[in-house]
C-alpha cells in the first residue's frame, strides 16, 4: 500500500459524514495541504482555465494566484470536508472568471457557470465523491444564481482532459450536449 502524506483522509468514507462547501478564507489552509500533498495537482492549482496571457507561469506564481483568488471569496470552488480536511476540488465559477473555454462561446449570455476542473486524490477514486462533487457545484451555482451550468467534460477513454470530469456523469445528471470544445471535450449544459 503506497505511504499517504500526513494528514490524508482515509481510503474509505461514507458520503454521509462529508460536508461539502465553498473555498473561503476559513479553508485556505486546508485546501493548501490536499494541493500539497504528493499526487496532487500543485503543478496547475487549477490555474489552467484561468491564465490570462501567454508564456509559462510558475507553479509558484499559479498558487500564488489561485490562493487570491480563494482569499478574495470569488466564488470559484467547492470542495468536500471530512474531520475538517479538504479532501477534494471542484472548480465551479461564473464563465466570466475564466477565460475563453470553447470558439462557440456566447460572451454575450448572462448567469451562466462553469465547471472546469475536479480532483479527487488517487486513493478516493472509485466511490463515488467525484459525483457527489458535481452534485455540490450544481447546487452551489444554481444557489449564487446561475441560470445555466456549462461544462467541458470528456469521454472515459479520452488520453486527456480528464481532471474536467466524464461525459456520462454530467449526463446523468441532466447535462445536454451543446458542441464541442476542440477534439475531446464536450460542452454540456444544465438549465436551472
Same mark, same amino acid.
Given at each position: 500500500?503506497?505511504?499517504?502524506?500526513?494528514?490524508s483522509?482515509?481510503?474509505?468514507?461514507?458520503?454521509?459524514?462529508?460536508?461539502?462547501?465553498?473555498?473561503?478564507r476559513?479553508?485556505?489552509?486546508s485546501?493548501?495541504?490536499l494541493?500539497?500533498?504528493?499526487?496532487?495537482?500543485?503543478y496547475?492549482?487549477?490555474?489552467?482555465?484561468?491564465?490570462?496571457?501567454?508564456g509559462?507561469?510558475?507553479?509558484?506564481?499559479?498558487?500564488?494566484r489561485?490562493?487570491?483568488?480563494?482569499?478574495?471569496?470569488t466564488?470559484?470552488a467547492? #470542495?468536500?470536508?471530512? =474531520?475538517?480536511?479538504?479532501? /477534494?476540488?471542484c &472548480?465551479?465559477?461564473?464563465?466570466?472568471?475564466? %477565460?475563453? +473555454? #470553447?470558439?462557440q462561446? =456566447?460572451?454575450?449570455?448572462s /448567469?451562466?457557470? &462553469?465547471?472546469v476542473c475536479f480532483?479527487?486524490? %488517487?486513493? +478516493?477514486?472509485?466511490?463515488g465523491?467525484?459525483s457527489?462533487?458535481?452534485?455540490?457545484?450544481?447546487?452551489?451555482?444554481?444557489?449564487?444564481?446561475?441560470?445555466v451550468i456549462?461544462?467541458?467534460?470528456?469521454?472515459?477513454?479520452?488520453?486527456?482532459?480528464?481532471?474536467?470530469g466524464f461525459?456520462?456523469?454530467?449526463?446523468?445528471?441532466g447535462?445536454?450536449?451543446?458542441?464541442?470544445?476542440?477534439?475531446?471535450?464536450h460542452v454540456m449544459?444544465?438549465?436551472?
Amino acid at each position: 500500500m503506497p505511504k499517504r502524506s500526513r494528514g490524508s483522509p482515509p481510503e474509505t468514507f461514507d458520503l454521509a459524514n462529508i460536508r461539502f462547501t465553498e473555498v473561503a478564507r476559513a479553508t485556505l489552509v486546508s485546501f493548501e495541504a490536499l494541493f500539497e500533498q504528493p499526487g496532487s495537482p500543485k503543478y496547475c492549482w487549477c490555474m489552467a482555465w484561468r491564465q490570462s496571457g501567454r508564456g509559462h507561469v510558475q507553479s509558484d506564481e499559479k498558487k500564488r494566484r489561485m490562493m487570491a483568488l480563494l482569499d478574495a471569496s470569488t466564488r470559484s470552488a467547492s #470542495s468536500p470536508m471530512l =474531520d475538517g480536511k479538504t479532501i /477534494g476540488w471542484c &472548480s465551479v465559477a461564473p464563465r466570466e472568471t475564466y %477565460r475563453k +473555454l #470553447s470558439k462557440q462561446q =456566447d460572451d454575450r449570455e448572462s /448567469g451562466v457557470w &462553469s465547471i472546469v476542473c475536479f480532483y479527487v486524490p %488517487r486513493v +478516493l477514486r472509485g466511490g463515488g465523491l467525484a459525483s457527489a462533487l458535481l452534485d455540490a457545484a450544481i447546487d452551489h451555482a444554481f444557489a449564487k444564481g446561475a441560470r445555466v451550468i456549462q461544462a467541458y467534460p470528456v469521454a472515459e477513454a479520452s488520453p486527456s482532459y480528464r481532471f474536467m470530469g466524464f461525459r456520462d456523469m454530467f449526463a446523468s445528471c441532466g447535462f445536454r450536449e451543446a458542441g464541442m470544445a476542440g477534439s475531446r471535450r464536450h460542452v454540456m449544459r444544465l438549465e436551472h
